[in-house]
């Protein structure tokens, strides 16, 4: 009888880097309710199992399902706001329509024209969606990064007055509904390039100016961090210390103008507050206003 034999060097830690392959591919199927919690249970038990002496440390595990977390997370999402992106597009014309009215004709034509060519072009409306989602996600990593510790009393200001309320909230339904993508800030409606200030003194960690993408500043303070979205002007640099109540940005948010990017709900300062690494609803910390509790109740 012939025998094969094959000598495999290390192992056990051949042994844990397959169960780890085979766990990013289970993860994928479990976000999509493919695979059953017993099949879940056995995967996670091999895997500490293959952890022992010789095997890949834990941390090093945790790493890598978080990053197959992360990855199926995004391509759900890219899915999702693909799927929308004509009614998406519609919807910001309708946004423009009503700048239009308002006495804003020359200010949003240039805007108008850009989001039909995109209407007509299926092409580069997923371009242009896709690279908005990517920038999302790298001001996502750096201020997730910018706040790590505990704060103590948070003592924050508005950034910009919300006088007509918030037009998106803290995981607002409406919002991923509309957009495919959950809201982790609060969006406060304000006239296209209304001054924008600093919450709390900090230091610009991030300015990141995109364009006609998704732009923003981000401000580490003492343990936690703030990032101020669809920024449209600048008067801060990378590496400045800002004191509470600084102007440092203009808003923006009009469809197709300078640092709106693709999603957006039209003239407003979208605004996030990160606390050991995770973005955390702003309206917990920020001083109670009448015209936001009024339209939370």
Not at 10 to 20: A, N
Request: glycine share 10%; no cysteine; charged share 25%.
């Amino acid at each position: 009888m012939l025998r094969v034999e094959i000598e495999i060097p290390r192992p056990i830690e051949t042994l844990s880097i397959l169960l780890i392959v085979g766990g990013v591919a289970l993860w994928v199927g479990w976000s999509h309710g493919d695979v059953s919690s017993s099949a879940r249970a056995e995967v996670v038990s091999a895997q500490q199992d293959a952890s022992g002496e010789g095997g890949i440390d834990r941390a090093g595990r945790v790493l890598a399902l978080r990053s197959a977390e992360d990855d199926a997370r995004r391509i759900r999402i890219q899915q999702a706001v693909l799927a929308r992106q004509e009614e998406i597009l519609r919807y910001q014309l309708k946004l423009l329509e009503l700048q239009t009215e308002q006495g804003d004709g020359s200010a949003v034509q240039t805007a108008r024209e850009e989001l039909l060519r995109l209407l007509g072009d299926k092409r580069a409306a997923e371009q242009r969606f896709l690279i908005t989602l990517k920038e999302m996600w790298e001001a996502e990593g750096l201020s997730a990064a910018a706040a790590i510790g505990t704060p103590g009393d948070l003592t924050v200001l508005w950034p910009v007055e919300p006088d007509l309320g918030l037009s998106a909230t803290f995981l607002d339904a409406g919002y991923q509904r509309r957009f495919g993508i959950p809201h982790h800030a609060i969006d406060i409606p304000v006239e296209q390039g209304s001054a924008v200030r600093s919450v709390a003194d900090g230091v610009v960690e991030k300015l990141m100016d995109n364009g006609l993408g998704y732009s923003y500043i981000l401000i580490k303070h003492d343990n936690f961090a703030t990032l101020y979205g669809h920024t449209s002007e600048y008067f801060v640099q990378e590496g400045d210390v800002v004191r509470q109540g600084d102007v440092i940005a203009r808003s923006g948010g009009m469809p197709g103008t300078q640092g709106a990017g693709a999603l957006t709900t039209g003239p407003h300062l979208h605004f996030e507050v990160i606390v050991e690494g995770e973005r955390v609803d702003p309206l917990t910390i920020l001083p109670v206003r009448s015209e936001v509790l009024s339209q939370e109740q």
